[in-house]
């Protein structure tokens, strides 16, 4: 019953839909950007995710781009520079000491260089499609009481199942993270598109107690933003989105969660702790209801009522989502993929206590 009202209260959080202060025509930002991109081994990526900027429709005097080289052992500062000096006014390619590595250390070495007023965070190995990306996200930070601003990354891929399950496991999550946002009890976002006021970063500096963690620069900023009761809005404007490319092996996908999850694991507000707690056990009760039937039939009613329940409201969940998102999604595959997830979803939280997976050659 729990998980029930969880996610109903959530689903229905921005339905029906209120009107959103649409982007104005002639609209002219005023606040300055510093777009801070972390890059290690990304010489496949790095040139479709600056470019994919380069095509925003914004003031070329108010934008700086930071691109951070991790000790990449590939041509990944070379094309970023190239295109860089043909592309930006205002740049700066910046390395870690042979003694700094990670993420963290990077955008705090970004951070403290940059000109900006508004910090936004990107990875390497996304793109956005809209060309008012840019302008949108500092349109928010112009009409709205906002110090951190959470909006959405989504994946991109074949309709296979395997990349199929890996959007609708996307999809939902990046709703859940908007709506429990939009009612003042953050749990996720993504650093891969981020944005926030420098001066609350520097205020905040919430990576003082963490860098020895390889992850989490996300989370971890969200938690001090949510301690120190900064203004966290969610963004769901379709302008807004960037995409990133689903996982093209299994192995890849499951070390990826598994990253995701442990870094959830140190973050200990209240928000993620009971919310964990709900969607975790919810999956757990119905994997029990899936498997109870085999061994006392006369509870079979019971486990398929349940698994119906969770079968519609995830569904709602999925189907709400794309269409706030303006997605299109194969949802052919809808029903093996809740199946497996019921499995999917406890052996990654499990797994995630005591495997250590790599990224990039470094151990987790």
Same mark, same amino acid.
């Given at each position: 019953?729990? $998980?029930?009202?969880?996610?109903?209260?959530?689903?229905?959080?921005?339905?029906?839909?209120?009107? @959103?202060? &649409?982007?104005?025509?002639? $609209?002219? =930002?005023?606040?300055?950007? /510093?777009? !801070?991109?972390?890059?290690?081994?990304?010489?496949?990526?790095?040139?479709?995710?600056?470019?994919?900027?380069?095509?925003?429709?914004?003031? %070329?005097?108010?934008?700086?781009?930071?691109?951070?080289?991790?000790?990449?052992?590939?041509?990944?500062?070379?094309?970023?520079?190239?295109?860089?000096?043909?592309?930006?006014?205002?740049?700066?390619?910046?390395?870690? +000491?042979? #003694?700094?590595?990670?993420?963290?250390?990077?955008?705090?070495?970004?951070?403290?260089?940059? /000109?900006?007023?508004?910090?936004?965070?990107?990875?390497?190995?996304?793109?956005?499609?809209?060309?008012?990306?840019?302008?949108?996200?500092?349109?928010?930070?112009?009409n709205k009481n906002c110090d951190l601003l959470i909006s959405?990354?989504?994946?991109? *891929?074949?309709?296979?199942?395997?990349?199929?399950?890996?959007?609708?496991?996307?999809?939902?999550?990046?709703?859940?993270?908007? &709506?429990?946002?939009?009612?003042?009890?953050? !749990?996720?976002?993504? *650093?891969?598109?981020?944005?926030?006021?420098?001066?609350?970063?520097?205020?905040?500096? =919430?990576? #003082?107690?963490?860098?020895?963690?390889? &992850? *989490?620069?996300?989370?971890?900023?969200?938690?001090?933003?949510?301690?120190?009761?900064?203004?966290?809005?969610?963004?769901? /404007? +379709?302008?807004?989105?960037?995409?990133?490319?689903?996982?093209?092996?299994?192995?890849? +996908?499951?070390?990826? #969660?598994?990253?995701?999850?442990?870094?959830?694991?140190? !973050?200990?507000?209240?928000?993620?702790?009971?919310? *964990?707690?709900?969607?975790l056990f919810g999956n757990i009760a119905c994997l029990i209801?899936?498997?109870?039937?085999?061994?006392?039939?006369?509870?079979?009613?019971?486990?398929?009522?349940?698994?119906?329940?969770?079968?519609?409201?995830?569904?709602?969940?999925l189907f709400l989502s794309a269409r706030m998102l303006n997605? %299109?999604? @194969?949802?052919?595959?809808?029903?093996?993929?809740?199946?497996?997830?019921? !499995?999917?979803?406890?052996?990654?939280?499990?797994?995630?206590?005591?495997?250590?997976?790599?990224?990039?050659?470094?151990?987790?």
């Amino acid at each position: 019953m729990l $998980y029930v009202v969880f996610m109903l209260k959530n689903i229905f959080t921005f339905y029906p839909r209120k009107k @959103n202060i &649409s982007l104005p025509e002639n $609209y002219t =930002p005023q606040l300055s950007v /510093s777009i !801070i991109i972390a890059a290690r081994n990304e010489e496949e990526n790095i040139i479709r995710c600056l470019q994919s900027i380069a095509h925003q429709e914004f003031p %070329k005097e108010q934008l700086e781009i930071l691109v951070v080289n991790d000790h990449s052992e590939d041509k990944t500062t070379e094309l970023a520079g190239t295109f860089l000096k043909e592309n930006f006014r205002h740049f700066k390619i910046l390395h870690l +000491a042979e #003694r700094e590595k990670g993420k963290k250390t990077a955008i705090i070495k970004a951070v403290e260089q940059s /000109s900006g007023s508004v910090i936004i965070t990107r990875d390497a190995d996304t793109v956005t499609e809209n060309n008012f990306w840019l302008k949108e996200i500092v349109f928010q930070f112009e009409n709205k009481n906002c110090d951190l601003l959470i909006s959405p990354v989504l994946l991109s *891929g074949t309709n296979s199942f395997f990349s199929s399950f890996q959007k609708y496991e996307n999809l939902a999550v990046t709703f859940l993270g908007l &709506s429990m946002a939009k009612n003042k009890l953050p !749990i996720v976002c993504s *650093g891969a598109n981020l944005a926030y006021k420098k001066e609350i970063f520097l205020t905040l500096d =919430p990576y #003082r107690n963490n860098l020895h963690i390889a &992850s *989490g620069d996300d989370m971890f900023l969200l938690k001090a933003a949510f301690s120190g009761k900064c203004q966290i809005q969610p963004n769901v /404007s +379709a302008n807004s989105l960037v995409y990133t490319q689903t996982e093209d092996t299994f192995k890849k +996908a499951v070390f990826q #969660r598994l990253r995701w999850a442990s870094k959830t694991g140190k !973050i200990s507000t209240l928000p993620v702790f009971i919310s *964990g707690l709900i969607l975790l056990f919810g999956n757990i009760a119905c994997l029990i209801a899936l498997i109870w039937p085999f061994i006392d039939s006369y509870y079979l009613p019971f486990c398929l009522f349940t698994l119906t329940i969770k079968f519609i409201i995830d569904f709602l969940l999925l189907f709400l989502s794309a269409r706030m998102l303006n997605q %299109k999604v @194969n949802l052919i595959w809808y029903l093996p993929a809740f199946v497996i997830n019921l !499995i999917y979803t406890p052996t990654i939280a499990l797994g995630s206590f005591f495997v250590k997976p790599n990224w990039k050659d470094r151990s987790i």
